[in-house]
């Protein structure tokens, strides 16, 4: 089955830097990978996502990065906020069926 | 619209008790999942279902049984729960339709077995 690694574990960066969360997925069928924020006891939120036929994708200060070939996709934010303190998950599914298969997660710390 | 509503929210049981967890969704989704939240980890998929009458195991699926008898409930039974059962428990949905569509998760229930 689909097996995704996420790194780093935990991420500290001044506020106003930018912040790089990547992820390694084994399935090489897989061609849809989300990312999900979650805040402290509160449910996973989508952020963005991006299909394979997509390299990259923004949405005002977070953009997604994916590379098929090596298998492997980063978040990008920049110009942290202390509200980007969260658990940060990337996860990658194949287009048919409903397994999604997560990352282990990036605890993001802003610091003000 | 209520989206993914889950029930109980926190739920204390003790070591051999039986309990379902309830899951209900008004997007008339058809892919329905059920996943565990250890601390410090990410969510692994537990049962998964693609449409009513239709169930499949995930990762994790020892220990559970899910049905799903109509499109909006999937719920999740622990048939003999044990101290390794505690966790957060996560219920989603997507559409199944136009390419992959986005999952929208319920607000927990945080399970604690004693």
């Known amino acids: 089955g689909e097996n995704v690694e996420q790194h780093p574990s935990t991420l500290s960066v001044q506020e106003g830097d930018s912040a790089v969360i990547k992820c390694t997925y084994s399935?090489?069928?897989?061609?849809?990978f989300p990312w999900y924020k979650q805040e402290l006891g509160k449910r996973p939120q989508l952020i963005i996502d991006?299909?394979?036929?997509?390299g990259e994708k923004k949405d005002q200060r977070i953009a997604v990065t994916l590379n098929k070939t090596a298998k492997h996709f980063s978040l990008h934010i920049t110009e942290t906020q202390p509200e980007d303190s969260a658990v940060y998950f990337c996860?990658?599914?194949?287009?048919?069926?409903?397994?999604?298969?997560f990352g282990g997660g990036t605890r993001v710390l802003v610091k003000p | 619209n209520a989206g993914v509503t889950q029930t109980p929210k926190f739920q204390v049981l003790k070591t051999g008790q039986s309990m379902t967890l309830q899951c209900a969704q008004d997007?008339?989704?058809?892919?329905m999942s059920w996943y565990r939240q250890d601390p410090g980890m990410g969510l692994r998929l537990i049962h998964y279902?693609?449409?009513?009458?239709?169930?499949d195991q995930g990762e994790v699926p020892n220990g559970y049984n899910v049905s799903r008898s109509t499109t909006e409930d999937f719920p999740l039974r622990l048939l003999s729960a044990a101290p390794s059962q505690t966790s957060v428990y996560f219920c989603?949905?997507?559409?199944?339709?136009?390419?992959?569509?986005?999952?929208?998760f319920g607000d927990g229930t945080r399970l604690s077995i004693l």
């Open positions: 279902s693609v449409g009513a009458g239709i169930t």
């Open positions: 997007m008339n989704h058809e892919y």
């Open positions: 996860a990658a599914s194949r287009a048919a069926g409903n397994k999604l298969t």
């Open positions: 989603a949905s997507r559409a199944s339709t136009g390419g992959n569509q986005p999952q929208h």
């Open positions: 399935d090489s069928a897989s061609n849809y």
């Open positions: 991006i299909r394979s036929n997509v």
